[in-house]
C-alpha cells in the first residue's frame, strides 16, 4: 500500500514537474533569466487569457505586488493587464512566475530613426540616434530585465568590384535597446531604412519601419589602381606582366588612377615614398598620373583624395623594382630554326645598355642599345661566317648608385657593367 501511495505520488510531481503555461493569444518566452515566461501580446482584451495545462485544484493566481489571490481553484487566467508580473501557486508551494506585455503600447513612432546633422563631422562616422520603446519584465524580487529588440537597418553605401565602384545594399542587426550607435558613413547619397521586430514577426503582425529624408553623403572614398606598362621579351627575367603586376624588371612604367567616388571627392595629392623614407619623392595634385621606376628599392604609392569640408580618404599601392642582373651567352646558332637565332643577353632591371660585335681583326659588326634586342649574326645584311666573335657590353642597372664605392678588383659601382668575351657563332 505504501509502495502504491509513492508511486502516486511521484506520478503526480511528474505531471507537475511537466506542467506549464499557454495562452489562446499572443507569444511566450521562457528563455530569459530570472522569470518563467514572458507573455507578448498583439493588444490584450477581455478574452485575452493564460492557461495553466492541469490540474486547477488548489491553484492561487496572484501579482508580484499583492499576495491576495485574484483567482483560486481555476486553470484560466484573464485578468492580464501591460507591464505587470503574476504568480501561479500550486498547492505544493511550487510557483510559477510569469511576465505580460502589451506589444500594442511598444510600437515605435514612424520617426523612430534620425541622423546626426553636423556634416562636418561626417567623414568617417555617421552617428545614428533611435527612438525605440523598450520592452522589460521585473523579476519577483525587483531586478528590471530589457527584451532585446532586433531591427534590420538597410541602406546604401559603395563596394568595390574590382575595377569600379558600384552602389551595393548593406544591412545590419541593431538590438535594442539602444539610444545610438555609429556606423561606418556611406560613401553615396542614400535613405536608411529601421524595420523590426522579432516580436512582430512571432505575433504575425507587419513589422513597424522608420524611414528617413535622403542622407547626403559627403564622405570620401578612393581605390588606389594601376595599369601597368607590359613588355614580352622573353630574354628579360621578372619582365612585367599581368602575373605580377607590382613588382619585377625595371624600367615599371605604370599609369595610376585614384578611383574617387566623385563630385564627393574634388582634391587629390599624390606621394611616392621609397624604402621606407618619411619624405616623397614626388608629389602631384593630379587625378590620375605616370609614374617610371627606374631605381631599384620598394615604393609606397600613396593617394589622398579630399573634398572642402576637408573629408580626407588615403589608399595606397606596394612597389617593388628588382635589383638588376646580367648574363651573356657564349654560343648562338642563326640557322632559322626559331631557337637561339640570335646573340642576346639574359637580363633584368637594365636601364642603360649597349652591346658591340667585333671579329677576330677588331672590326666592329654590329651595335645596339636595346636589352631586349640581339644580333643575328649578321654584317650589312649578308650571314657571317661561322666561328669566334668577340662583344663589349657597357650597362647600368637599377641599383646603379654614382656615389656608390667602386669595387677594388673590378673598378666598378654596384649595378655597373662591363662584360667582354667570346661569342661562338654555330650554323
Not at 83 to 92: I, K
Not at 210 to 225: F, G
Not at 277 to 293: E, G, M, Q, V
Not at 407 to 424: A, F, M, Q, S, W
Amino acid at each position: 500500500m505504501k509502495k502504491l501511495i509513492l508511486s502516486i505520488f511521484l506520478f503526480f510531481v511528474v505531471i507537475v514537474a511537466s506542467a506549464q503555461l499557454t495562452s489562446n493569444q499572443g507569444k511566450y518566452y521562457t528563455d530569459f533569466p530570472g522569470i518563467d515566461y514572458v507573455f507578448v501580446f498583439n493588444g490584450i482584451t477581455n478574452s485575452t487569457s493564460i492557461t495553466y495545462n492541469g490540474s486547477a485544484l488548489g491553484l492561487k493566481w496572484y501579482t508580484f505586488t499583492n499576495p491576495t489571490p485574484i483567482y483560486l481553484g481555476v486553470d484560466t487566467f484573464d485578468q492580464l493587464a501591460d507591464n505587470t508580473g503574476y504568480v501561479l501557486e500550486m498547492p505544493n508551494g511550487n510557483k510559477i512566475y510569469f511576465w505580460v506585455i502589451d506589444y500594442q503600447k511598444y510600437i515605435p513612432a514612424s520617426k523612430a530613426l534620425s541622423i546626426e546633422n553636423n556634416p562636418a563631422a561626417q567623414c568617417e562616422d555617421l552617428k545614428l540616434f533611435f527612438n525605440i520603446p523598450t520592452l522589460s519584465y521585473s523579476t519577483f524580487s525587483g531586478v528590471t530585465h530589457y527584451l532585446p529588440r532586433e531591427y534590420k537597418l538597410k541602406y546604401q553605401t559603395l563596394g568595390w568590384t574590382g575595377s569600379a565602384w558600384k552602389q551595393v545594399d548593406s544591412t545590419q542587426t541593431i538590438v535594442m535597446p539602444l539610444t545610438e550607435k555609429s556606423i561606418t558613413v556611406p560613401y553615396c547619397n542614400t535613405t536608411f531604412t529601421l524595420t523590426g521586430d522579432q516580436y512582430a514577426t512571432d505575433l504575425g503582425i507587419s513589422p513597424s519601419s522608420s524611414i528617413t529624408d535622403t542622407y547626403t553623403s559627403n564622405a570620401v572614398i578612393c581605390k588606389a589602381t594601376s595599369v601597368l606598362t607590359l613588355r614580352t621579351e622573353t630574354n628579360e627575367e621578372k619582365r612585367p606582366s599581368l602575373a605580377s603586376q607590382h613588382e619585377g624588371s625595371a624600367p615599371l612604367d605604370f599609369q595610376f588612377l585614384s578611383n574617387a567616388n566623385e563630385p564627393i571627392a574634388q582634391y587629390y595629392n599624390w606621394q611616392i615614398f621609397k624604402d621606407n623614407s618619411k619624405l616623397p619623392l614626388i608629389t602631384r595634385n593630379d587625378k590620375d598620373h605616370r609614374y617610371t621606376f627606374t631605381q631599384a628599392g620598394i615604393y609606397k604609392v600613396k593617394i589622398s583624395a579630399s573634398n572642402s569640408f576637408p573629408c580626407v580618404y588615403t589608399d595606397s599601392i606596394i612597389i617593388t623594382v628588382s635589383e638588376s642582373e646580367i648574363y651573356a651567352p657564349n654560343v648562338f646558332t642563326p640557322n632559322g630554326d626559331g631557337l637561339n637565332d640570335e646573340f642576346r643577353v639574359a637580363y633584368k632591371s637594365i636601364n642603360t645598355f649597349q652591346c658591340w660585335i667585333y671579329n677576330r681583326w677588331g672590326n666592329e659588326l654590329y651595335t645596339w642599345t636595346d636589352p631586349t634586342k640581339g644580333w643575328n649574326g649578321k654584317y650589312n645584311g649578308v650571314d657571317v661566317k661561322p666561328g669566334a666573335y668577340y662583344y663589349v657590353i657597357k650597362a647600368l642597372g637599377s641599383d646603379y648608385n654614382p656615389n656608390s664605392t667602386p669595387n677594388p678588383k673590378t673598378h666598378r659601382r654596384v649595378g655597373e657593367y662591363l662584360l667582354k668575351g667570346d661569342i661562338n657563332l654555330l650554323r
